[in-house]
């Protein structure tokens, strides 16, 4: 089973400021890798696919990058929106898809 | 609109079984896969399953295989995730997912969720 491990566990930043998530696979996924974003009483919304395309709809300062073990969800500058959780999906190798534990981000 | 519809809250005791229901609208349900995630509170994203609704093949997590069982009916576009024995870490909120097509499995469309207490 592949292992994604985020980091940090919470980031504290202030709207304006540039977010930046990792995520590291304990072996190489390729670019099958998916980035959700999760508000409090809602189901995730998937954000980036393939480790850098965006969805449909989701604004151009949510870029994903990296392939292999390292990816990177990157958040140019935050909007009040944008405080949420974040997960990153794995799906190279499955059964089972499995996801990272999230990534906080909150208001500094 | 395209959604996905889950059924209502449950409450249910240990040993009990449950079925939670995705009712798909506004795409054509047999031509995509759906998964079932689920989220214990506080916690993080844990995937189940799929079940592919055109041919009611699936596929679960080796550590679930005992317990839960996928299903679909067609001719009203639902799906359904039957898990049973539960315990009381079963407690969760349970999605349905849709499989969108492009590079890897990823999910463009989820259900909101269905919350299963398990509680004596």
């Known amino acids: 089973e592949i292992v994604l491990t985020q980091t940090p566990a919470t980031l504290s930043l202030s709207p304006g400021e540039r977010a930046t998530l990792s995520c590291r696979a304990s072996?190489?996924?390729?670019?099958?890798l998916a980035w959700y974003q999760q508000k409090p009483g809602q189901a995730p919304r998937l954000l980036i696919y393939g480790a850098s395309t965006r969805a449909t709809g989701v604004p151009a300062r949510f870029s994903g990058s990296g392939s292999g073990t390292e990816f990177t969800l990157t958040i140019s500058s935050l909007e009040p929106e944008d405080f949420a959780v974040y997960y990153c999906q794995q799906s190279t190798n499955w059964p089972p898809l499995t996801f990272g534990g999230g990534t906080k981000v909150e208001i500094k | 609109q395209v959604q996905l519809v889950q059924s209502g809250a449950e409450v249910k005791k240990p040993g009990a079984s449950v079925k939670v229901s995705c009712k798909a609208s506004?795409?054509?349900?047999?031509?995509?896969?759906l998964h079932w995630v689920r989220q214990a509170p506080g916690q993080g994203l844990e995937w189940l399953g799929w079940i592919k609704p055109n041919s009611g093949d699936t596929n679960y997590v080796q550590r679930f295989e005992d317990r839960v069982t996928m299903t679909r009916d067609t001719s009203i576009s639902t799906a359904y995730m039957e898990l049973s024995s539960l315990r009381f870490d079963d407690t969760a909120v349970y999605f349905c997912?849709?499989?969108?097509?492009?590079?890897?499995?990823?999910?463009?469309?989820w259900g909101q969720g269905t919350l299963v207490t398990v509680s004596s």
């Open positions: 506004g795409y054509i349900f047999t031509d995509y896969y």
């Open positions: 997912a849709r499989e969108a097509r492009g590079a890897g499995a990823h999910f463009d469309l």
């Open positions: 072996q190489s996924i390729r670019n099958y």
